[in-house]
């Protein structure tokens, strides 16, 4: 059956949503069987851009089936103007298939559209992650890591030692909490935070 990609709007409220929704939750629990399944809500605000970036999402359909899906992110912040990432995830069924390959190229006709020159995959660690990627000429630049620490299988003691010496362990520091915008007078050493923050190697 033919393949059809086209744009998803976040605020969609046809089927299209509700079976773009169930592809990701079957490609996410794949992932990771105890990731608990995205609600509609939070679905929907992962598909939201904000002021500084642009998220084009794609959608892969198969007759009444959505079978992948593709999240674009645009910065729009000085120095980034000419990159792009993209997410492209398809249904463990569909894969192998071309709707892959049918949302990177038109991940890279959006990219040409908005002067994007500089496109980069991001996708959770696997054989048919790297696979496509591989295949489509892309290198491997970066990789991350995340652990999970499941609470109930924590040392409670061990947990009430590190609660008891934190004003000695954290003397220097203290916490700050603000909603929204960085505030002017944080601006300077947030951006000197980020700055070391993000120069992690990417092998180019």
């Known amino acids: 059956m033919a393949l059809a990609v086209s744009r998803l709007d976040p605020d969609d409220t046809t089927i299209r949503f509700e079976r773009t929704l169930a592809a990701f939750r079957e490609i996410r629990t794949e992932v990771d069987s105890d990731m608990t399944p995205d609600g509609e809500a939070s679905f929907r605000d992962k598909l939201r851009g904000s002021a500084t970036f642009e998220k084009p999402v794609l959608i892969a359909e198969s007759g009444d089936e959505v079978v992948g899906l593709c999240r674009m992110w645009m910065f729009h912040i000085e120095g980034n103007t000419e990159k792009a990432e993209a997410q ?6 569909h894969r192998r298939r071309g709707a892959g390959t049918a949302l990177l ?3 890279l006709d959006i990219c040409e559209a908005n002067g994007r020159t500089n496109l980069t995959g991001a996708g959770v660690t696997s054989d048919a992650v790297a696979g496509f990627w591989e295949t489509a000429g892309a290198k491997l630049g970066l990789v991350e890591r995340e652990s999970r620490l499941w609470l109930a299988d924590t040392d409670p003691e061990l947990m009430q030692q590190w609660i008891d010496a934190r004003t000695e362990r954290a003397a220097d520091y203290r916490l700050v909490h603000y909603r929204g915008h960085t505030p ?21």
Request: zero cysteines; proline letters at 13%.
């Open 105 to 107: 190229e038109a991940s």
């Open 88 to 93: 492209i995830e398809v249904r463990p069924g």
């Open 184 to 204: 002017p007078e944080l601006s300077s050493p947030v951006a000197t935070m980020m700055t070391a923050m993000n120069d992690a190697p990417t092998d180019d």
